[in-house]
């Protein structure tokens, strides 16, 4: 069976929707986007959020989780940069995990067929 | 140690009770769900939401994440199928991943005893 | 690569707070919170939730995700175990996944370094 591989981009809310359009235009054919709460782990050097310092080093995040097979990984993630690379601190990470199998509940389909 | 692994299944809030209940009833021992936003990509095709077509590709959806070890994860998928399959397009999609270990937090177990 | 991990911790949402400070202590460099519901299949015991007993097996959680490379995955465990062990049924769970890759979009660092 193909490698298949889950990547999950947790960045600034205010990029969703630029992020939603840049994986459709590099041909994604489905993604889960979640709202979360992330500690970045600053060490003394402070985030903003909507012009406010924040002192407590929890901020609103979005995460995507996209599963690929056939799209490249890399295209994946150098696409995200792309959208997300502001150079402050606070424009995200992103993080591969393994995928053992994918089925499309409406036809059966399995593996790289379901996606 | 035995094989664990995770089964996310991703589908329609009207489905979230029926599902809760299937994987009850084939005993799951436990769950955790949460409400996400799917994106998929329908190429043309228009996905329905409480009767009103979605333009934009971003829907509600439900997510259950199921850790098994005893019970086959073909079980849970063969049950998911029966209870959230209708045909049409949307009715969701089911992910499989490895799971190195779990434990739970009362007693200390650790692996399938943990679950 | 060095090998990489993620920890994923469920537990009450009273305990957010200890378990972020917690984790901010053993040097976590990271941490993404999320709320989500979870079904415990108590079968027949009742979990309380703010001092009421709930008959259906769905209750308001809090997930913690953090990947780790030079945190030893033990002391999470054993930290998150100290923070959230009550001796009471809901304690929580700990799932422990493989991780493939890290990436820090600012910088573009890749895997251990990225975190
Ligand atoms: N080790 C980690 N474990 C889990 N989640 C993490 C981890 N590191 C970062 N995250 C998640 O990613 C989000 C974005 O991280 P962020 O961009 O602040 O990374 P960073 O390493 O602090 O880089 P920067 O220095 O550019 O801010 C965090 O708010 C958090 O949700
Ligand atoms: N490749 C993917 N990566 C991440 N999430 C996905 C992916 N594909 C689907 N999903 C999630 O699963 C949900 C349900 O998908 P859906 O049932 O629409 O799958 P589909 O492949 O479009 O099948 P159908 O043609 O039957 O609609 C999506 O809304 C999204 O949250
Ligand atoms: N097998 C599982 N799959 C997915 N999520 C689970 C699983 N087991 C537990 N969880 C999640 O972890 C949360 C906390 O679980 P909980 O502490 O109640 O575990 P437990 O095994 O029932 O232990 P206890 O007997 O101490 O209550 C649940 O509410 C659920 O969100
Ligand atoms: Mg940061
Ligand atoms: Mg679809
Ligand atoms: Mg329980």
Redo the contacts between chains.
């Keep these: 069976m193909d490698k298949m591989?889950?990547i999950e981009i947790?960045?600034r809310p205010e990029k969703m929707s630029d992020l939603?359009e840049a994986?459709?235009e590099i041909g994604?054919?489905?993604?889960?986007?979640?709202?979360?709460?992330?500690?970045?782990?600053q060490k003394g050097k402070t985030e903003m959020y909507r012009g406010v310092p924040y002192e407590i080093?929890?901020l609103p995040?979005v995460?995507f989780e996209i599963?690929v097979c056939e799209v490249p990984v890399d295209l994946v993630?150098t696409k995200?940069?792309a959208v997300?690379?502001?150079?402050?601190?606070?424009?995200?990470?992103?993080?591969?995990?393994?995928?053992?199998?994918?089925?499309?509940?409406?036809t059966?389909e399995e593996g790289v067929k379901?996606l």
């Design positions: 591989t889950k947790i960045t939603k994986m459709n994604i054919t489905g993604m889960t986007v979640s709202h979360v709460l992330g500690c970045g782990m080093s929890l995040k995460k599963i993630v995200a940069k997300l690379k502001t150079g402050n601190i606070g424009d995200g990470k992103i993080f591969i995990y393994p995928v053992e199998n994918v089925i499309k509940i409406r059966g379901a």
